[in-house]
């Protein structure tokens, strides 16, 4: 087999300094998306470590794998569920409504995966254009009939764009700068690229929301930064950007969705809120090296309990299964030391997982139908960032007395009564 190559982070990828601040050692663990096929391969691991820069107060990995090996072949394809539709479709509303996007419009997606989001804009009429590293999933976007490139998006690749498809009305990077070593220049890139009065999208899991959630488990080797407002504005800035807006959205477990253009654009920039929003940053400690530690010990409290609590089910005489082979999933089960055997299987309606088994666990990913044969007595909801659509749909389960474990912000079991009430209240 092929080594898989590591290098360890010195400078900050956004300002440059080097000065951490090592808060969260989650110990040695396998990539959380390297779903094996051939049993007989060793599995490689590697260090899973955060800290914090203390300069801009990016928090980073202490070591980035090869973005080669990790994207040549991916497995994480764009969830089809209801939630991430919707969320995406109201994005392609909202860039509609504020850009006036029409026939002689240019629509770009950086980390483009199988065209989901670009398929929003197709009835406003506009060019797209995907961009993505991923061979496998960036066939699956052509076939469906979005033009997309299967390359890193870099600042050369933003100067061949240009040349060949003019300015962008809009650039998307949703989910995908956390995973990009250079992200400087990947904004240079953007800057050249963007249209006069055109918008650069950013959407990343918010850091503020990962330390109040605790959702550790959204720390894997694929995402290599950690982003709160200011340091984005300062990355934004520093490429010769302006923030001109920030928001937030409830999916992957809480995320910023940022915007910025040329500073010269006719848009207006929402100084109050993005002020507001750093401010609040500060206000709850998230400048100081002490709240990221009290974190550090939080998690290490919260994978104990969750081996407890697994143990327990386990030990119980349960019949104990994984429900969605995300990859925070798998990060959790591995960084909390969950031995073989304790998940019987997992479902996951992705194709290309099925027949896989969990990194580091050697459980079986099954379909959902397959799974529905089994008869688990337990889910552990690995993908709880769909907590509420998973419950709905799976009110037989509920109703037959079957219940689920969610691991965040604490571990706890949900039945049906449970279900009612959170289904409930969020609706
Ligand atoms: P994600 O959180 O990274 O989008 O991954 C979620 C995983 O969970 C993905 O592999 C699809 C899977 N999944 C299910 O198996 N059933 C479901 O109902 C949902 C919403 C997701
Ligand atoms: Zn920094």
């Not at 590591?6 to 050692?25: E, K, M, P, Q, Y």
């Not at 599995?43 to 914090?52: G, I, Q, R, W």
């Not at 009939?145 to 933003?158: H, K, L, Q």
């Not at 950013?202 to 982003?227: G, Q």
């Amino acid at each position: 087999m092929t080594r898989t190559r590591v290098a360890s982070v010195d400078s900050c990828r956004i300002c440059g300094a080097d000065n951490w601040h090592t808060f969260l050692d989650l110990g040695n663990v396998p990539l959380a998306n390297s779903f094996v096929t051939d049993e007989s391969e060793p599995e490689e691991t590697f260090p899973l470590v955060l800290m914090s820069c203390r300069v801009c107060r990016l928090a980073s990995l202490t070591h980035v794998v090869h973005p080669k090996d990790l994207y040549d072949h991916y497995f994480y394809v764009s969830s089809p569920s209801r939630t991430m539709q919707d969320h995406m479709a109201g994005l392609a509303r909202r860039f509609q409504r504020i850009l006036g996007l029409g026939a002689s419009s240019l629509v770009v997606e950086i980390g483009s995966n199988n065209g989901d989001q670009l398929a929003k804009f197709r009835p406003y009429g506009c060019s797209l254009l995907g961009i993505d590293p991923a061979q496998n999933i960036t066939e699956q976007a052509r076939a469906r009939g979005i033009d997309t490139r299967t390359d890193f998006f870099t600042s050369a690749v933003a100067t061949k764009v240009r040349a060949e498809r003019g300015p962008a009305d809009l650039i998307l990077a949703r989910h995908v700068i956390a995973h990009v070593d250079d992200v400087r220049d990947l904004v240079a890139g953007v800057r050249d690229l963007l249209a006069p009065d055109g918008i650069f999208a950013i959407e990343v899991p918010y850091l503020k929301e990962l330390v109040s959630r605790r959702a550790f488990d959204t720390v894997y080797h694929e995402h290599l930064s950690y982003f709160l407002v200011g340091t984005l504005r300062r990355l934004l800035e520093d490429a010769g950007l302006r923030m001109i807006d920030v928001d937030e959205f409830d999916v992957h477990g809480g995320s910023i969705l940022v915007t910025a253009t040329l500073p010269s654009s006719r848009h207006r920039t929402n100084t109050e809120r993005i002020e507001g929003k750093i401010r609040a940053e500060e206000t709850a400690g998230l400048t100081s090296d002490e709240t990221y530690d009290r974190f550090g010990a939080v998690v290490d409290r919260l994978r104990e309990s969750l081996r407890t609590c697994l143990r327990e089910l386990v030990e119980a005489g349960y019949v104990v299964a994984g429900y969605g082979a995300s990859a925070k999933g798998v990060t959790w089960l591995t960084t909390s030391g969950i031995p073989r055997g304790w998940l019987a299987f997992c479902s996951d309606t992705t194709p290309e997982k099925q027949g896989t088994l969990l990194p580091g666990l050697g459980v079986r990913v099954i379909s959902p139908e397959e799974a529905r044969e089994q008869r688990p007595d337990v889910y552990v909801m690995l993908a709880w960032n769909y907590r509420d659509e998973i419950l709905a749909k799976e009110a037989d389960f509920l109703n037959s007395g079957g219940r689920f474990l969610i691991p965040i912000p604490e571990p706890h079991l949900v039945g049906a009564k449970e279900s009612a009430a959170l289904i409930g209240a969020a609706s």
